[in-house]
Nanobody
Framework: QAQVVESGGGLVQPGGSLRLSCAAA????????VSWVRQAPGKGLEWVSD????????YYADSVKGRFTVSRDNANNMVYLQMNNLKPEDTAVYYC????????RGQGTHVTVSS
């Protein structure tokens, strides 16, 4: 049984928006910060965003700052990534994980930004 399940990806035109969701087992994320990372075709994992265990602090890579917003619902063990003004360079598989290295990530959700 998967411990982490990412969803919400898809094909979107440049300038469009998507909201990614991450459902996790309570023991995996309870009390922990959560990271979003991504892997573009042919490239390594790239850190995108962090959110603290209580959701009070958020951090973003420069490449997504001002366009992406991370949030969490601890009562339901969910983490979200709202992505606005998407660009072709945002095309990647997106994962939520326990840390910026991608530890504990799921199968990911594909995001394709193309006209």
């Amino acid at each position: 049984q998967a411990q982490v399940v990412e969803s919400g990806g898809g094909l979107v035109q440049p300038g469009g928006s998507l909201r990614l969701s991450c459902a996790a087992a309570a023991w995996l994320f309870s009390g922990y910060a959560v990271s979003w990372v991504r892997q573009a075709p042919g490239k390594g994992l790239e850190w995108v965003s962090d959110i603290s265990n209580d959701g009070a602090r958020t951090y973003y890579a420069d490449s997504v700052k001002g366009r992406f917003t991370v949030s969490r619902d601890n009562a339901n063990n969910m983490v979200y990534l709202q992505m606005n003004n998407l660009k072709p360079e945002d095309t990647a598989v997106y994962y939520c994980a326990k840390d910026p290295l991608g530890t504990g990530r799921g199968q990911g959700t594909h995001v394709t930004v193309s006209s």
